[in-house]
């Protein structure tokens, strides 16, 4: 079976509500959020392990999305992270939960 770039991305919004890049950023933070509070890894092996080149891209990434750095997050001054809407979570599958 033969697919494309594109038709493989409309199915993926199609199925998931979102882009494949939004998906795979959103992911990347999520996973960031958890290894934060669920490990005591440093925060440059989160950096690392979530593929970005430095910490401080990491860290500035970080509190653009969730309004607070991954220290402060460490130290306590935890936000949930921010969730899909109503809508669109009823509008995404289990597959990109």
Not at 48 to 57: I, V
Not at 72 to 94: F, H, T, V
Request: net charge positive.
């Amino acid at each position: 079976m033969g697919s494309n770039r594109r038709k493989l991305g409309e199915a993926f919004q199609a199925l998931c509500g979102q882009a494949v890049f939004a998906w795979l950023r959103e992911e990347r933070f999520r996973r960031a959020y958890e290894m934060l509070c669920d490990t005591q890894l440093p925060i440059s092996a989160i950096s690392d392990a979530l593929g970005y080149s430095t910490p401080a891209n990491f860290a500035k990434a970080f509190r653009e999305r969730h309004g607070l750095t991954p220290t402060e997050i460490r130290e306590g001054a935890i936000s949930p992270p921010i969730k899909p809407s109503k809508a669109r979570q009823s509008e995404r599958s289990d597959h990109c939960a």
